[in-house]
């Protein structure tokens, strides 16, 4: 148990796939102005993340590895996670209209959000077990949820706050965003 809660502080915290590690950075900046977006935006990717987590590591362990076929191991999973987000979409359309409105063209983005490639391709190079890779995975997709509603957070007071022009929108974005990840930064001194 204590091992598990080490590995989530690492994934959440420590190794924060958008903060530390820079990956998915297009959604995070695109979805961050809303916090209902944002969180949405959270919950598709912890879904899409576990879901291609499982899928990508049965087809390298029964597939790829077993024909010796590891070259195509890319391809496959961008493949994998392209599919998947397409589910996610329909789902959405038909269940959470709203939310699907919301998303708008961020939803396909998660198809080529490479921090969904990006763990993916972390569990097969940490050859991590099927119970470490859905608690990779899990903890990954937190950590980029957290990191998104704290930004969707901060972008939706700084929108009430006097910000000088040449500042504003994107600029303010890009400086909080900054901030944000040097103050995740400090959670390296805990490994």
Do not use: H
């Amino acid at each position: 148990m204590t091992e598990y809660l080490v590995f989530a502080i690492s994934c959440i915290l420590i190794n924060n796939i958008l903060l530390a590690q820079f990956l998915g950075n297009c959604p995070f900046l695109g979805t961050s102005k809303k916090m209902e977006t944002a969180v949405g935006m959270s919950m598709a990717v912890v879904f899409v993340l576990v879901l291609a987590g499982i899928l990508t590591w049965l087809l390298d362990v029964y597939l790829l590895k077993r024909f010796e076929i590891e070259f195509l191991r890319t391809l496959t999973f961008i493949l994998v996670i392209a599919a998947l987000v397409q589910f996610v979409e329909m789902f959405l359309k038909k269940s959470i209209p709203a939310l699907y409105a919301g998303l708008g063209i961020f939803l396909p983005l998660i198809s080529t959000n490479c921090a969904v490639l990006g763990v993916c391709l972390i569990n097969i190079k940490e050859e991590y077990s099927f119970m470490q890779m859905v608690a990779s995975s899990l903890f990954y997709s937190v950590g980029f949820g957290l990191a998104l509603v704290l930004f969707a957070g901060l972008r939706e007071r700084i929108t009430l706050a006097r910000v000088p022009k040449p500042l504003q929108d994107t600029s303010i974005g890009l400086v909080t965003a900054g901030m944000i990840a040097l103050s995740f930064f400090a959670f390296k001194g805990m490994a």
